[in-house]
């Protein structure tokens, strides 16, 4: 990607786990569609079909190696597995500004995270779909800026103060969710805050460097797996070392054969 | 939530074990629209993977519902709180820290911290199931750690290698290739002769030797220990050490040739597969139970729609017809109806099926407070730091001769099965009720009255679990219920994973995909990481 290649001495690189959370059909997929590969679909279907994707960011001092893993649909009946969680470094649990019920399902997956994955996991909550609001589409608007909600509020007379999102209005705005809730519950629980459009591509880079931004560098290793708390090497006896590589069997015994 | 029933499904498959999860992957990448479904709200069955809090809920349930699972009699012992257990005598590096503060006893570490197998098994580096592991790309997700040595209790003879203390004073390594023969001072010199012969003859290529075939068959129909014997003059103290490698979980008497042989042979040739100085490993975070979450997971992106805590009320099997190419009637757990082509599912997630017959086994789980630090030698140059052994205590050490032996696998941290400064001993033995589990019991505190005062239990479980035992001989088979409702037999006691499975799963594939799959292409599927560096 044009992005790494930009940088010209080699920085140190480490890759990071990422977890995608939300209630169906809030946009997880599609911020990482925009976040690797720039692009949207309309109607996407409901998933992305692959194990995971990379993305790298490139900070002033390091680049971090996005390793994001997607539900694959396993949230829908309550079937996400712990090896989904495991090890995990940065979580994003992503709501749809115009649907209040995904942001109480985004709480509960915040507090599953609280729960399931490791302590020091750095977790944004990110409201999507900013492009069907009036603060939407507009590239100005980029950052978490509380100061947007109460503008738009403003601005738009059909809205009744901090009762907007009961309302559809008249100039199409179908914000639901104001950003001051979220904003304030982000804050309580120690969470980064954006809200994005992965249609348009507002915000979605920046969220991604946030967390690149917000990941410790003790808990930065390079390689695959890394980062687990169990793993931390202490000492000469370290698993981390003694990992086998399942892939060296491919190549060197081929398929000669079971002896049994 | 969206609905089960919104659409009919190809295959609908009850339970999450690693042979269902398997199946449903293979499917979910032929085309097949799979329903996955768990009764339970944890991946896995009777081989998942639980977490202290997790587990103590389990036995609530196993006990509270008996014939729901394979498993019976759980029970768990918290040892923490009994402080005559502490130890006696502090080393000079820990008796510094004890003057300072009260309490330096070993202690559990947050539930969470744990990752305990119902079902602990290993695959052998030349397994089927690593070759599907790698053809589907699903091992990238998996991290697997080196099984290492095998010893043999022998309580009688004290290890004259061992220099250390610990829990090898009282543990003999089982020799695994003829270099380990030679370095053995624990065998004299004329058994070392005949074990040579015996080696040598089970590692030579079988090809072109047919008119041996014919009397190798005969030979082998005979007990192991008469064939060690009676071919190889192979003494009676090399014949446990030798058993041990074919994890035979029967007496040596009740263990047939035709049965270990081959499997010692497995043993053999599988050491240096994957790199210098073993022959198995063993996936991190309890074994089994992450490799089937993995291929769920994979299964699911391919696909396949995923319900825990979804369990199966009734089954009406029509017959299909011009209206209806989805016979089967589902009712679910929770009132929904979904029909089907195919159901396949165990007989614990298909109600009234008659429930096969099953071997019963004494297993337990223990937390230790030692690293065993002896029983995790390098013994290889280059060969990683093994994270899992396994210890056969034959039935006379633990004065009972006429029981079959007791296995013990021991997890260090690097599974990332416990904490730091711990293990997990996994115990099993093919004898259930109190008599197993005194065995069990007996086997564990030799080995941590061997390890020395600083290793104690710190909690422990112990079950009954139901399943089906490799000696038999019989290749694990899917029943058929009807032409379109199959059963998977009962689940693998195995301490090893059972290459048949991979037959009998890729059957079953061939079965429900007909001919609109080739055949060979199995488990064979491109990659579906996105990466974007190109």
């Avoid at chain 2, 088979?477 to 009962?490: D, G, K």
Wanted: one cysteine or more.
């Amino acid at each position: 990607m044009s992005e790494s290649a930009s940088a010209n001495a080699p920085k140190p690189s480490s890759s990071v786990k990422l977890v995608l959370l939300g209630e169906a059909a809030v946009g997880k997929s599609s911020l990482v569609l925009r976040f690797v590969n720039n692009d949207f679909q309309e109607n996407k279907e409901p998933t992305i079909g692959a194990a995971f994707l990379t993305q790298k960011c490139t900070l002033p001092t390091r680049t971090i190696k996005f390793e994001i893993w997607d539900t694959a649909g396993q949230e829908r009946f309550a079937s996400l597995a712990p090896m989904y969680y495991r090890n995990a470094q940065a979580a994003l649990v992503v709501y749809d500004v115009t649907k209040p019920s995904s942001l109480t399902k985004a709480k509960h997956w915040v507090a599953e995270l609280q729960r399931q994955a490791s302590p020091g996991i750095v977790i944004a909550l990110v409201g999507n779909k900013l492009d069907l609001t009036n603060d939407g589409g507009d590239a100005t608007g980029a950052s978490s800026a509380p100061q947007a909600e109460s503008e738009s509020a403003g601005q738009d007379e059909a809205e009744a103060g901090e009762e907007a999102e009961e309302q559809l209005p008249a100039s199409g705005d179908a914000r639901k969710v104001s950003t001051r809730e979220a904003s304030t519950y982000a804050e309580e629980e120690g969470l980064l805050f954006f809200e994005t459009s992965a249609k348009i591509g507002t915000n979605v880079v920046e969220v991604f460097t946030a967390i690149a931004n917000a990941i410790p560098e003790s808990s930065l290793k390079t390689g695959r797996g890394a980062g687990g708390a169990g793993q931390t090497a202490l000492g000469s006896r370290s698993g981390e070392d003694s990992r086998v590589n399942l892939g060296d069997r491919g190549a060197a015994t081929a398929k000669e054969g079971c002896a049994c | 939530m969206e609905s089960l029933s919104e659409h009919p499904w190809d295959v609908i498959i009850a339970g999450t074990g690693l042979d269902q999860s398997l199946l449903a992957l293979a499917l979910s990448r032929s085309g097949k629209k799979v329903l996955h479904l768990d009764q339970n709200s944890y991946y896995g069955g009777s081989e998942a993977a639980f977490s202290l809090d997790e587990a103590s809920e389990w036995m609530n349930s196993v006990n509270q519902h008996p014939g729901r699972t394979p498993f019976e009699d759980a029970k768990i012992i918290t040892h923490q709180d009994s402080s005559e257990s502490a130890p006696s005598k502090a080393d000079s590096n820990t008796s510094e820290r004890t003057q300072g503060t009260p309490d330096v006893r070993p202690k559990l570490a947050a539930s969470r911290a744990y990752t305990l197998s119902l079902s602990p098994y290993f695959l052998y580096t030349r397994s089927e199931l690593i070759s599907i592991l790698i053809s589907s790309k699903v091992y990238r997700q998996l991290e697997f750690m080196a099984v290492g040595s095998w010893w043999i209790h022998s309580p009688e003879h004290p290890n004259a290698d061992s220099l250390e203390l610990g829990a090898t004073r009282l543990f003999h390594r089982v020799p695994g290739n003829r270099e380990d023969v030679f370095a053995d001072s624990n065998i004299s010199m004329k058994s070392k002769r005949t074990l040579m012969r015996f080696l040598r003859h089970i590692s030579k290529p079988q090809d072109g030797e047919e008119q041996d075939e014919a009397e190798e068959n005969k030979d082998l129909s005979m007990p192991f220990a008469d064939y060690l014997s009676s071919n190889f003059s192979v003494p009676q103290d090399l014949q446990n050490p030798l058993l041990s490698l074919s994890l035979s979980q029967l007496p040596q008497r009740d263990t047939s040739a035709s049965y270990a042989v081959p499997r010692i042979k497995r043993h053999l040739a599988s050491i240096g597969a994957l790199g210098p100085g073993f022959g198995a490993v063993v996936s991190k975070y309890g074994g089994g139970s992450e490799i089937l979450q993995v291929g769920c997971r994979a299964s699911a992106v391919g696909g396949a729609v995923y319900a825990l805590d979804t369990g199966i009320q009734s089954i009406t099997d029509g017959e299909v017809s011009a209206e209806s190419e989805h016979p089967v009637e589902v009712c679910l757990s929770d009132g929904e109806t979904v029909r089907t082509r195919v159901l396949i599912g165990s007989a614990w997630d298909l109600p009234s099926l008659e429930q096969p017959p099953c071997t019963k086994v004494a297993r337990s789980i223990t937390v230790a407070s030692s690293t065993f630090t002896s029983l995790f030698p390098v013994t290889a140059e280059g060969a990683p730091v093994p994270a899992s052994t396994v210890l056969m205590f034959p039935g006379e050490t633990l004065g009972s001769p006429q029981s079959p032996p007791v296995y013990l696998q021991v997890h260090s941290s690097d599974t990332g099965d416990c904490p730091r400064q711990q293990s997990i001993i996994y115990g099993s033995v093919a004898l259930s009720g109190p008599e197993g589990h005194t065995l069990l019991e007996r086997a564990v505190d030799r080995l941590l009255q061997a390890e020395g005062p600083q290793a104690i239990a710190l909690w422990s479980m112990r079950y009954n679990q139901l399943g089906r035992l490799s000696n038999s001989g019989t290749p694990p088979t899917i029943q058929t219920h009807s032409p379109h409702v199959f059963r998977f037999p009962p689940p693998s006691l195995d301490l090893a994973f059972e290459d048949q499975t991979v037959d009998m799963i890729k059957q079953a594939w061939v079965n429900i995909v007909g001919d609109e799959v080739a055949h060979d292409e199995f488990m064979i599927f491109e990659d579906r990481e996105g990466t974007s560096d190109d």
